[in-house]
């Protein structure tokens, strides 16, 4: 079963701007982490939140949890043609096996 | 470092045969996962392993089994391949229970 789920399931957006996505799950968790896949390869880790943590930043990239709300969000700032990919979340419970969502298409319009 | 290897890239089966695919890493990494993915879906996670040694199922268990004998290798077998086991199958490896790093993927088809 899923636990992440990702909205919205599509975002396509200009270069340049900044773009949105966001995961909500339901159980409780230890960390939640985000990742990247390009079409027909495989994914690539981009950031890990853990529990006790309400932001992170790497680059362009910012993550926002509320674990209140069971929630997070993941923003790319000032987007390039390079970050179209789909973007997965997922999350880590006690049983340290990650629970994923079905991610997020990100089309970056030149 | 290769990183996460996957063999093979692609694979088409007929109904009711078997394969095995293979899952190396060099990164001395302790646990490795079997995931699949399907159109629209996230990853589905079919079995894992915390150790040389020890397999544990996950999620979508059913018609795969899996062998760790060796800690860089994690094998995936499919005993008599179905139609509804076409999918691209990812293996990953981390260190305990951190960020996790994947293979390329092999896409299988079961005619």
């Known amino acids: 079963s899923q636990q992440g789920e990702e909205d919205p399931q599509a975002l396509s957006i200009q270069e340049g701007e900044n773009a949105t996505m966001n995961c909500s799950y339901k159980?409780?968790?230890?960390?939640l982490q985000w990742y990247r896949q390009n079409s027909g390869r495989g994914l690539v880790h981009l950031i890990l939140?853990?529990?006790n943590e309400r932001e992170k930043h790497s680059g362009r990239l910012r993550v926002t949890l509320d674990t209140s709300k069971k929630s997070s969000s993941l923003l790319i700032t000032a987007s390039r043609a390079a970050d179209t990919a789909s973007y997965f979340c997922a999350t880590q419970d006690s049983n340290y096996q990650l629970i994923w969502g079905a991610g997020t298409k990100l089309i970056i319009k030149p | 470092n290769a990183g996460v290897t996957q063999t093979p890239k692609f694979r088409v089966l007929k109904t009711g045969q078997s394969m095995t695919l293979l899952c190396a890493q060099d990164?001395?990494?302790?646990?490795m996962y079997w995931y699949r993915q399907d159109p629209g879906m996230g990853l589905r996670l079919i079995h894992y392993?915390?150790?040389?040694?020890?397999?544990a199922k996950g999620e979508v268990p059913d018609g795969y089994n899996v062998s760790r004998l060796k800690k860089q290798n994690f094998l995936l077998g499919l005993e008599s391949a179905a139609p509804s086991q076409t999918s691209v199958y990812f293996c990953?490896?981390?260190?305990?229970?951190?960020?996790?790093?994947f293979g390329p993927g092999t896409r299988l088809t079961v005619l």
């Open positions: 990953a490896s981390s260190f305990r229970a951190n960020e996790q790093f």
């Open positions: 990164m001395n990494h302790e646990y």
């Open positions: 939140i853990r529990s």
């Open positions: 392993s915390v150790g040389e040694g020890t397999t």
């Open positions: 159980t409780s968790i230890n960390n």
